[in-house]
């Protein structure tokens, strides 16, 4: 079955729009409030807690300065080119060390998950900044669902490759599909979303769709779009960026301003959306994330493991 016809974001959302929800959760006493008064349901609740309280980009912003390799390298090229793409009927293989490998139909996935409002910083090693209004669910839930074996270590996930629908795969140089990775216990994060929408709306192709990573406190090319393949290993997986160029990318790739890359400073960002004479901001530890993640590097030195 198509997974449009089954539960979306927008079926399960309050009749108050995005913004009132915004203002009701604007400060912890008025969260309070609406919680004690049953205003809020539970997602509510966790994106609270989960999320940043920084104005979120707009949905043209979020959704028309991409990168999407797949569909060209230009910012605006994932817009212009991703339209084509064929999100439905979509599935999910997942394999490697799980006790229930196979194809996970899209459909079924999203029958079992709880779907929630993620307010989340973003932050692209090419140093610009966004803050998105994520909906999605934990990665947990679907290792959960396949039943993670002891001895897997780490997360290995692969894009779609479909020459027909993506004109961006004919450039050379990157070997498809764009591969990612996350150790085991970061795929595990609470933090650590599998997004299927924006702005309570369909996640746009150009973004990801239908399923992508995000992981708020690495650089953004962690955050893998239109997953197709999930396998779980023992070994750490080759991934994209650092098979390109291992020298600037490593396999860790949290957000770092002490940590430079090779060509530039990580320190400061350009906000999207800020304007041309905008002031750059400060990058922060992790992004914005160190009391949450900070403990899974403990004892790391993340100078050598950039
Ligand atoms: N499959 C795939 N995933 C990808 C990329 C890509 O080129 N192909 N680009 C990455 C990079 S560099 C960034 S910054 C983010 C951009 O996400 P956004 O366009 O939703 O802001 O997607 C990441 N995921
Ligand atoms: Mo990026």
Partial sequence: MAYRSKLKYSDVTPKADFLNRRQLMGGA??????????????WAEAAGKYSTDATPNTFEEISTYNNFYEFGTGKGDPVANAQRLTTDPWSVQIDGMVDRPGNYDLADILAKVSIEERIYRFRCVEAWSMVV?????????????????????????????????????????????????????EALHPLTLMATGLYGKELPKQNGAPLRLV???????KSIKSIV????????????????????????????????????????????????????????????YEKEVASLYDGMDLKANY
């Fill in 215 to 221: 992981v708020p406190w690495k650089y953004g090319f």
């Fill in 133 to 185: 209004p994520w909906n999605g669910f934990e990665l947990k839930q679907l290792l959960d669902m396949a039943g993670v074996q002891s001895g897997a270590k780490y997360v290995a996930f692969e894009t779609l490759v479909r020459p027909e629908e993506m004109p961006g795969l004919r450039r050379s140089g990157i070997e498809w599909p764009y591969r990612e990775g996350l150790r085991l216990d």
């Fill in 29 to 42: 006493g008025a969260l309070a409030i609406g919680s004690a008064a049953g205003v809020l349901p539970k």
């Fill in 229 to 288: 393949r999930v396998t779980l290993t023992d070994k750490m997986p080759p991934t994209t960026w650092n098979m390109l160029q291992s020298r600037e990318y490593g396999f860790y790739s949290n957000v770092n301003p002490n940590v430079s890359h090779p060509r530039w400073s990580q320190a400061t960002e350009r906000q999207i959306g800020g304007g041309l004479f905008a002031k750059r901001k400060p990058t922060l530890m992790f992004n914005g």
